[in-house]
């Protein structure tokens, strides 16, 4: 355990987190963020709102040249959509805009530790790494910026194939053929626009 402690600590890096944490370093405190995954970023920047607004980009491009292109004086013969070079274009955006927060957290001088943080006292943090080993730390305040997770079903619990959440849908290696979308918020709808514009048969399931 670190004699000195810090005075804050930030329990996630997404962009309350890592925000919070750059601005608690801008005024001459000692910070550091606590990250379970291997980069900052949180679900935002990682699996959420970056990943699915560059596919809704290449998807969008896609479907005005197939469908719209003549209206414009465009002529293009067999469009198709190549989703691994979307995938690899998505992949860059990511990259690039993770590798900026990770740069402007170490130019303020934040420590970043990988691993799952817990509290053990109201003023120790204990965070286990991803090899077991665990960490501790001391912070006179801590800032818990956790973010979400999607919710589980209990009669449709994700396989990772054919139930999946949102961070598979990311990710596919193909068009489905279908598509079933349970929940139109955000997320869900950015989603299903996505496969819908490259040829997918989407559903939505909507409680409200």
Known sequence: MSTDPYDVVVIGSGPG???????????????????KDDTPGGTCLNIGCIPSKALLHSSEL?????????NHGIVAENVRPDV?????????????LVTGVRTLLEKRKVDIIHGTGRFTSPTEIEVTKSDGKAEKLRANNV?????????????????GEQIVTSTEALAFAEVPASLLVVGAGAIGLELGSVWSRLGSDVTFVEFL
């Not at 944490?21 to 910070?31: E, K, M, N």
């Not at 479907?63 to 292109?69: D, I, K, W, Y």
């Not at 690899?88 to 990511?94: E, H, P, S």
């Not at 800032?143 to 396989?159: N, R």
């Open 84 to 96: 691994a070079a979307m995938m690899k274009r998505k992949d860059a955006v990511v990259d690039k």
């Open 62 to 70: 896609y479907h005005q040249v197939h469908n719209n292109g003549a």
């Open 17 to 35: 987190g890592y925000v919070c944490a750059i601005r608690c370093a801008q005024l001459g405190l000692r910070a550091a963020v606590v990250e």
């Open 143 to 159: 800032v818990i910026a956790t973010g979400s997770v999607p919710v589980e079903l209990p009669f449709l619990k994700p396989d």
